[in-house]
């Protein structure tokens, strides 16, 4: 049973006045009670002795004559008083009638009765059949001529005794009553002084266990339940140093994790996702409910599990190479650590080489793709070289044919080399930029004189248009000649003849569009996602046929980039192409060039 303060309190005074009002009247009444008895007791003593003398004077007989003795004695002497003979016959007795005297029991038994037959003087306490009550007796020898002549006895009820008993009974349990009284009004009115401060303790307590830890007690109070106060305020102190100090740390590793490029994934000692950072899940496209699942279920990589078991069963780190499938393959490299210490489980690291592999394999490509292209006409000059050395003598004519292949290849490798340096520079960042507003009317006009005359032997029409207001664009004059020559050609190298190429310059908003269209052969739709790729050639027999080096896209995609514009193409098989980018009209915000090196996603895969 929940009892509360105050019914404690009650029940402890009132234990404590129960048990001492008990005490108090026990030992009172016994007190009191001796003391009573004693009173009585000396005082029948000296009224035995004065009825024993009177008996002992006495020296009429007969049974009349000491019944009326014992009747005037008992008058005078407040009390009974009984003559007993020697032989314990009673033969005079105040409260009982004469006639009864015969009948009276012997009273020679009586202890008082014996004692003072003995000589002595007899006392004894008993309860009194007769008279019903509790009594006292004092019995005292009386001699008459010297010889013992009978027991005068003196007895006294002690009703009065019972009586006082009873008065002191009464006060006791009054007092009692009283002092219940006042423990119960005493109680009352503590209680609700202790229990505001245990109910503030009480209250403090438990909103810092609801993680208020900035509530104090504030006690002052120099007894148990202040030092219960300020205990608790030194816990919540403490934790919540504590806490603060385990949040920044949290921050910090967390922050470490959110910062970090690598995947991460930490598996418990059940084998249960407990924590993936948010580069591993942009990696993996992963669920954002992944905690508390199993890694497989999360990644479902069966390489990876057997990974993370290794790590477990064997208690060391091991690495390995996955492949992820789905939406997004990747290549990842990942490190498993059984991590020690209390916790348990495994840190797993990822990182990701999708794109170092794959520019790995590019520049693999690349490589190939110049040795293959260098071979070709080294290959022919070096035949075309020794056949001449032969008929240099035999045959002048076919001499000179053989130097026009030397020429004719030689050039190519000339080509090759300017494109690949022009490449390298570009990569290299070396290909400084210098910009300027460049009115592009003059401009294509410009470029176009420089193919009139190709253009008019194979029949050819070249024409440009231009918005009647179109700004001028900001481009860097060497590169942006480079882009539209190298257009302008593949449109006369690549269409027949009789073809039209027309150049059109077009406003936009921040930006002008050139394009160059011919009705020339087109390019097969699949070609086009790829056209801009270091050496993808659509025909590559074709190309070489007309000094082509299949870098020529690729230059120009690079260039109209550094400048801050973008490249495209439309075509289709056998109804004309048109190529087109775009220049800023104001000064750019070039976008990072990215590191040197010649493998770019434009590097192209190999061609033949
Ligand atoms: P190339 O040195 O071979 O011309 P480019 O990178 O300039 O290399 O062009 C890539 C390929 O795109 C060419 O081999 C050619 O097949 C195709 N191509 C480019 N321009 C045209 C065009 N105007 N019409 C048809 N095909 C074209």
């Given at each position: ?82 003559f007993i003979r020697a032989d314990g016959t009673v033969f005079g007795d105040s409260e009982v009638a004469l006639s009864d005297l015969p009948s009276m029991e012997n009273h020679r038994d009586r202890p008082e009765v014996l004692t003072a037959l003995a000589g002595g003087e007899g006392v004894s306490e008993r309860y009194s059949a007769t008279i019903r009550q509790r009594m006292l007796y004092v019995a005292a020898p009386f001699h008459r001529d010297g010889k013992l002549a009978g027991v005068a006895r003196v007895a006294l009820s002690l009703s009065r005794v019972d009586a006082a008993v009873a008065d002191l009974r009464r ?438």
């Amino acid at each position: 049973m929940k009892l509360g303060l105050r019914a404690k309190l009650f029940l402890l005074s009132l234990g404590l006045i129960v048990t001492s009002a008990v005490a108090a009247y026990t030992y009172l009444r016994g007190a009191l009670e001796r003391s009573l008895v004693e009173d009585v007791r000396s005082d029948l003593r000296v009224r035995a002795r004065l009825v024993a003398r009177e008996a002992g004077d006495v020296t009429l007989d007969g049974p009349a004559r000491w019944q009326q003795l014992a009747l005037d004695l008992g008058k005078r002497a407040e009390a009974r008083v009984t003559f007993i003979r020697a032989d314990g016959t009673v033969f005079g007795d105040s409260e009982v009638a004469l006639s009864d005297l015969p009948s009276m029991e012997n009273h020679r038994d009586r202890p008082e009765v014996l004692t003072a037959l003995a000589g002595g003087e007899g006392v004894s306490e008993r309860y009194s059949a007769t008279i019903r009550q509790r009594m006292l007796y004092v019995a005292a020898p009386f001699h008459r001529d010297g010889k013992l002549a009978g027991v005068a006895r003196v007895a006294l009820s002690l009703s009065r005794v019972d009586a006082a008993v009873a008065d002191l009974r009464r006060l006791a349990l009054i007092a009692a009553l009283l002092a219940i009284g006042v423990a119960v009004v005493l109680s009352s009115a503590a209680a609700p002084l202790a229990w505001r401060e245990a109910r503030s303790l009480t209250d403090a307590a438990r909103r810092m266990a609801a993680g208020d830890l900035a509530t104090r007690t504030r006690s002052e109070g120099q007894d148990e339940l202040g030092e219960l106060g300020r205990a608790l305020d030194q816990l919540a102190e403490g934790l919540s140093s504590t806490l603060s100090e385990l949040r920044a740390e949290r921050d910090r590793v967390s922050g470490i994790l959110t910062g970090m490029q690598e995947g991460v994934l930490l598996v418990d000692r059940n084998g249960r996702v407990a924590l993936v950072n948010p580069a591993l899940r942009e990696m993996l496209l992963l669920p954002p409910d992944a905690q508390g699942k199993t890694p497989l279920e999360v990644i479902r990589h069966a390489e990876l599990k057997s990974l993370l078991d290794e790590t477990t069963e064997h208690d060391e780190a091991r690495q390995r190479e996955i492949e992820v499938a789905g939406l997004r393959p990747r290549r990842l490299l990942v490190r498993a650590v059984p991590l020690a210490g209390g916790q348990g489980g495994t840190l797993a690291v990822f990182v990701d080489l999708t794109d170092t592999r794959r520019l790995e394999s590019l520049r693999r490509d690349f490589v190939a793709n110049v040795s293959h292209e260098l071979r070709t006409p080294v290959t022919a000059i070096r035949s075309a070289a020794e056949t001449l050395d032969s008929a240099l003598d035999r045959d002048p004519g076919a001499a000179r044919q053989f130097l026009e292949i030397i020429d004719r290849n030689a050039a190519r490798l000339h080509g090759l080399v300017e494109d690949l340096l022009d490449l390298s520079r570009i990569d290299s960042q070396k290909y400084q930029l210098a910009f300027e507003a460049i009115d592009l009317n003059d401009f294509i006009d410009h470029a176009l004189a420089m193919f009139r005359e190709r253009a008019t032997k194979k029949g050819i029409t070249l024409g440009y248009a231009s918005d009647s207001d179109l700004p001028p664009a900001f481009a860097d004059p060497k590169a942006l000649d480079h882009v539209v020559v190298n257009l302008i050609d593949n449109a006369v190298k690549y269409c027949p003849n009789g073809s039209t190429v027309r150049v059109h310059a077009k406003k936009g908003a921040d930006s002008v569009r050139i394009t160059v269209a011919d009705d020339g052969p087109g390019i097969e739709e699949r070609h086009l996602p790829r056209l801009f790729e270091r050496f993808y050639r659509v025909d590559a027999g074709r190309s070489r046929e007309l000094g082509g080096t299949g870098l020529g896209l690729s230059i120009v995609k690079n260039l109209v980039e550094a400048m801050g514009g973008s490249v495209g193409v439309e075509s289709k098989a056998g109804s004309g192409t048109e190529f087109f980018f775009s220049l800023k009209t104001q000064m750019p915000e070039l976008p990072e060039r990215s590191a040197p090196n010649a493998t770019n996603e434009d590097s192209g895969s190999r061609q033949s």
